[in-house]
T-cell receptor
Framework: KNQVEQSPQSLIILEGKNCTLQ??????????LRWYKQDTGRGPVSLTI?????NTKSNGRYTATLDADTKQSSLHITASQLSDSASYIC?????????????FGKGTTLSVSS | ETGVTQTPRHLVMGMTNKKSLKCEQH?????MYWYKQSAKKPLELMFVYSLEERVENNSVPSRFSPECPNSSHLFLHLHTLQPEDSALYLC??????????????FGAGTRLSVL
């Protein structure tokens, strides 16, 4: 069964600190993995997308890593800002061209305080 | 803004009402999606359209009826809803069917409350 587990469920950090969010998935066959940021009351916004052959992808202060062998991904946020407070969603995609079977995780809720 | 506009942003309706949610994308994409997001649950795919043809219907109750008159517009018609249908309804679009590297662009959503 295709599943996505994200940890921690929620996290509170001080502004300026770094943090790492984890994603474990059981999706087979596996094609790509996406990370989205969702602000409260808004739709998700894509941060990174990696295919199974990529190990890391950066977008500004966000760096995603992928280990397709162990089926793990992480999202590292550097020098956090108050605007980073949001839910971060891991989305592994199976190997089908329809893209209709993207598996969304429940997300990690990050709160950055001053 | 993401280029995907949803209206209304908030909707309160009774169980006997009929209402419609609207989504419009200005990105020239070929695929459009409806998702439901309930509290503490992951996004659930409801419907997928590619070039105005429905390609996916994830066992959604018939009280939800989608319509895609052209590749830029998507509607979700609602009738005789239940309180458990209260959720954030998100529309998304992508260049193709979000396989490979196609990124989905989401609207801000419609917050629906069914009384």
């Amino acid at each position: 069964k295709n599943q996505v587990e994200q940890s921690p469920q929620s996290l509170i950090i001080l502004e300026g600190k770094n943090c790492t969010l984890q994603c474990n998935y059981t999706v087979s066959p596996f094609s790509n993995l996406r990370w989205y940021k969702q602000d409260t009351g808004r739709g998700p916004v894509s941060l990174t997308i990696m295919t199974f052959s990529e190990n890391t992808k950066s977008n500004g202060r966000y760096t995603a890593t992928l280990d397709a062998d162990t089926k793990q991904s992480s999202l590292h946020i550097t020098a956090s800002q108050l605007s980073d407070s949001a839910s971060y969603i891991c989305v592994p995609g199976p190997s089908n061209q329809a893209g209709t079977a993207l598996i969304f995780g429940k997300g990690t809720t990050l709160s950055v305080s001053s | 803004e993401t280029g995907v506009t949803q209206t209304p942003r908030h909707l309160v309706m009774g169980m006997t009402n009929k209402k419609s949610l609207k989504c419009e994308q200005h990105l020239g994409h070929n695929a459009m999606y409806w998702y439901k997001q309930s509290a503490k649950k992951p996004l659930e795919l409801m419907f997928v359209y590619s070039l105005e043809e429905r390609v996916e219907n994830n066992s959604v109750p018939s009280r939800f009826s989608p319509e895609c008159p052209n590749s830029s517009h998507l509607f979700l018609h609602l009738h005789t809803l239940q309180p458990e249908d209260s959720a954030l309804y998100l529309c998304a679009s992508s260049p193709g069917l979000a396989g490979g590297r196609d990124i989905q662009y989401f609207g801000a959503g419609t917050r629906l409350s069914v009384l």
